[in-house]
């Protein structure tokens, strides 16, 4: 049972149960099929938590994946779903929405899927601010094809297909979908549940492109990829809006701005914590939240920020459209008109 009681619409207009959910309500009849050990079932097992907090009912869910382990998501979820071709799944995703407005919007990809045959559509998506919400498991290399270097790998990184190392220079996720000017990025650890389902949830609770990469481990091809950043004195930055940036044991570590306007990394002992940056994720331009984006070991540094670096309102670009046709008063008759000319035997003249 659904409401349309204004009061009871949740996540900008998606419908709430009236019925209390809980985490089988989200889990399929299909055997989970990922390697022992892998960060997804940390990830699904989260996801499958958080859906029955946010009362959205299944029919009111909807995840598109392309290809790649982590794009068996739909599988094991019982909702709506589909599992589409590689890297297309922002682009179905983007007519799920433009559609159904009724809908959460689910978009599960990988650093493969998302970042190399998907890029384009990717940075459209977000570009345009269509309102669907993107989990972006990266672990650094394609473990569905057995071990290659993917985007997101360190350059020098021996892989089956780069046996010398390799000589690319991997993206950065997060100022990819700054650059794109997403009007959410943000970024978590698959094995840290309760930081998970925060910033999952206020992606979903976000009206517009959301995305959020998940530092993700595969146990086979890239094991313990990010166990430096994780140990109790490792360089994950937590960012908190409106506190000091501060990390590592004691917060005895913070950033700051260097001479050169770029961001830094500083002893809070040596600088004082009134020269430590305050987290501002709600700032219009996105420059300070691409700043906090190159303090990402891909740069070369043993650091990563974590949480929301952005989270702004802006129109999005499905409400927008949807807007135009109701402005017209003519514009079902239009619409009959053209599906008429579709349909229709003669040949036409634009």
């Known amino acids: 049972m659904t ?12 419908p709430l149960s009236l019925t209390p959910l809980n985490r089988k309500d989200f889990t399929s009849d299909q055997e989970v099929r990922w390697c ?5 079932y940390a990830v699904l097992a989260t996801f499958q938590g958080l859906m029955p907090t946010l009362g959205i009912k299944r029919e009111n869910t909807v995840i598109v994946s392309g290809i790649g382990c982590s794009s068996r998501f739909p599988y094991y979820v019982d909702s709506y779903g589909m599992h589409s071709i590689h890297g297309r799944a922002p682009a179905i995703a983007t007519g799920v929405a433009m559609t159904r407005p009724d809908l959460a919007v689910w978009v599960v ?13 990717l940075i459209h998506a977000l570009r345009r601010n269509v309102n669907i919400t993107i989990m972006l498991f990266n ?6 094809t057995k071990g290659q270097y993917s985007p997101t790998s360190e350059q020098g990184k021996v892989t089956k297909s780069t046996p010398a190392g390799s000589v690319d220079r991997p993206f950065n996720p997060l100022s990819l979908a700054l650059g794109a000017e997403a009007t959410f990025v943000a970024r978590t650890v698959d094995s840290h549940r309760a930081h998970l389902t925060e910033v999952l949830t206020a992606a979903i609770s976000h009206r517009g492109a959301a995305i959020v990469e998940i530092y993700q481990n595969c146990p ?15 360089g994950l930055i937590p960012l908190r809006h409106g506190e000091p940036i501060t990390f590592g044991p004691d917060n ?9 306007g770029t961001l830094g990394i500083a002893e809070v002992a040596e600088v004082g914590l009134a020269n430590v940056v305050v987290h501002d994720a709600h700032a219009d331009d996105p420059g300070f939240a691409f700043a906090l984006s190159r303090l990402t070991d891909t740069a070369g540094l ?13 129109p999005t670009y499905d409400d927008l459209a949807r807007a135009q046709l109701t402005v017209h ?3 079902d008759e239009r619409l009959a008109q053209l599906q008429g000319m579709i349909a229709g035997a003669d040949t036409w003249t634009v």
């Open 3 to 14: 409401t349309t009681d204004p009061a009871a619409q949740g996540l900008a207009g998606v």
């Open 36 to 40: 022992p050990g892998c960060g997804d």
């Open 302 to 314: 043993a650091t990563s920020p974590i949480g929301i670096l952005r989270d702004v309102d802006r």
């Open 252 to 260: 005895s570590r913070g950033v700051v701005r260097n001479a050169d």
């Open 109 to 121: 990809t990988g650093d493969g899927d998302a970042l190399s045959i998907g890029g384009n559509h």
């Open 139 to 144: 672990n650094r290399i394609y473990g569905l």
């Open 329 to 331: 008063a003519d514009a």
């Open 220 to 234: 086979i091809f890239n094991d313990g990829a990010f166990d430096t950043l994780k140990g109790a004195d490792g």
